[in-house]
């Protein structure tokens, strides 16, 4: 049974369901952003800031990300493989680990930008390297980070946003990040239940909290697909909701991104909403500590 007091329950049923969103994009606070970039981002779900770094600080980070691919002990969790090859996928918890990243993640560009959207300071909720490397990194299907967040970490709301640096360059060959506009608005109710342990295999290959074909069908109806393409060291904004994806690499050249969540310290995590135990913390911190 649905918990109708809950306005973004899901995987109670056998089919998906679309519902409005009840809480706002992006608030009114003041910030780096301008006027037409706030209401870009509510308007569309994402936005897109090419060159936001520099290709020596692009060249850092890139190094600091395989060095910890390389390095990182067999028996620790936080690293996730290709179910086939076993090559690195992600590396999570980069804001525990690393100092260039905790550097990062504090730096104005990225966070003077999530506070001014959120409205409120903000918390890491989740940080990884996402590899995908040349002519076989895997496709990421299509989802909405918010309905896994919500249901097995217990996010309560959506004031959370993602950023993605890219590390290398994004083009259309490599697998880039890809949005629908505007999907932020629509919270899709997914079919199933979660499983036991769901984020052991999810993070490989996700099966549940995952839309349906015409759940995607009804969130590109009159709308097409989005995949911001530029430079190393540019920056994608995006809403927590907003549904993403991306394709494999067929290229020749890698792609590289870093990703990390930014979430109102209004909105720390509860109990999941669903009847399973949290998601280990290198997902999901669950200790709220403002970056300042």
Request: with cysteine.
């Amino acid at each position: 049974m649905s918990d109708t007091t809950d306005p973004y329950y899901s995987r109670t049923s056998d089919t998906c369901e679309a519902a409005p969103r009840v809480d706002p994009t992006a608030s009114s606070a003041p910030g780096p952003l301008t006027t037409d970039e706030v209401w870009n981002y509510e308007h569309d779900g994402f936005l897109f800031a090419p060159g936001l770094f520099s290709q020596a600080e692009v060249d850092e980070l890139l190094t600091e990300a395989t060095t910890l691919a390389e390095d990182w002990p067999e028996s620790e969790a936080g690293i996730v493989r290709e179910p086939d090859s076993g090559t690195v996928r992600s590396v999570f918890r980069l804001h525990k680990i690393s100092d260039a990243y905790q550097r990062l993640f504090a730096d104005e560009r990225l966070l003077e930008r999530a506070k001014q959207l959120i409205g409120t300071d903000v918390y890491i909720h989740q940080s990884r390297i996402n590899f995908k490397p040349a002519m076989n990194g895997k496709e990421f299907f299509w989802h909405s980070d918010f309905e896994t967040w919500h249901v097995e970490d217990g996010m309560p709301r959506m004031r959370a946003l993602s950023v993605s640096v890219f590390l290398t360059e994004s083009h259309e060959f490599n697998g880039p990040l890809m949005l629908i506009p505007g999907s932020h608005e629509t919270y899709i109710r997914c079919a199933g239940a979660t499983p036991k342990n769901h984020f052991e295999r999810s993070l490989r290959r996700q099966e549940y909290g995952v839309p349906t074909c015409e759940a995607l069908e009804t969130l590109l109806a009159g709308k097409e697909i989005v995949a911001p393409k530029g430079p190393a060291g540019s920056v994608v904004f995006f809403d927590c909701n907003t549904m993403h994806g991306s394709n494999g690499n067929l290229s020749p050249t890698p792609r590289v991104n870093l990703f990390s969540v930014y979430n109102s310290v209004a909105n720390a995590v509860v109990n999941p909403f669903c009847d399973r135990p949290p998601r280990p913390e290198y997902l999901a911190e669950r200790t709220v500590e403002p970056i300042k």
